[in-house]
Antibody, heavy 121, light 107 residues
């Protein structure tokens, strides 16, 4: 069974940092691109970042470029999201997602349960 | 960035009814369109990818169609378990973008 389990969320002050982790199991982690998607309170889904199989390529939405860093450790089947200079608008539930790349299209075919991040003083 | 305009924002349907949700992309996305279902308090689940391919385990009453910039999700024979929010997503190009969602409730 495919499982993605996020950890590391919580309450953080504006301007501070937080690191999320996502432990994967039930599939060969190194065969998949991975992503982070967030959902603000009572809001829709917003893709945040993605990383290739071997970490050689990363993608970010503009609003987090230079502040967030996605990474992965294939030996631990775990991906990470380092979030620096956090802002109130980063408050959201952050989902870890597996990317199923189908003829070049990027679909999220497995999701974690989500990690809540609240940025507030 | 590719904008995804999803409609309607909310929808109410009776059991057994057929409903449709639309997504309009701001540019052509070559059928790289996915649909997700999110039940209250749960994580999203992939329903359909590549416009019309059902993810494993998804009932056949769900179907997708479209081309170019216009895509739709059809739910036939509405069931109680279909009450959820539905999102489209263009999977064509980064940054990946979602529609704003459609809340589907039972009438």
């Amino acid at each position: 069974e495919v499982q993605l389990v996020e950890s590391g969320g919580g309450l953080v002050q504006p301007g501070r940092s937080m690191k999320l982790s996502c432990a994967a199991s039930g599939f060969t982690f190194s065969n998949y691109y991975m992503a982070w998607v967030r959902q603000g309170p009572k809001k829709g889904l917003e893709w945040v970042a993605a990383i290739s199989y071997d970490s050689s390529t990363t993608y970010y939405r503009d609003s987090v470029k230079g502040r967030f860093t996605i990474s992965r450790d294939n030996t631990k089947s775990t991906q990470y999201l380092q979030m620096d200079s956090l802002r109130s608008e980063d408050t959201a539930t952050y989902y870890c997602a597996r990317l199923y790349v189908y003829y070049g299209s990027n679909n999220m075919d497995a999701w974690g349960q989500g990690a809540s991040v609240t940025v507030s003083s | 960035d590719i904008q995804m305009i999803q409609s309607p924002a909310s929808l109410s349907a009776s059991l057994g009814e057929t409903v449709s949700i639309e997504c309009l992309a701001s540019q052509g996305i070559s059928n790289d369109l996915a649909w997700y279902q999110q039940k209250s308090g749960k994580s999203p689940q992939l329903l359909i990818y590549a416009t019309s391919t059902l993810q494993d385990g998804v009932p056949s009453r769900f179907s997708g169609s479209g081309s170019g910039t216009r895509y739709s999700l059809k739910i036939s024979d509405m069931r109680p378990e279909d009450e959820a929010e539905y999102f489209c997503q263009q999977s064509y190009r980064y940054p990946l973008t979602f529609g704003s969602g459609t809340k589907l409730e039972i009438k």
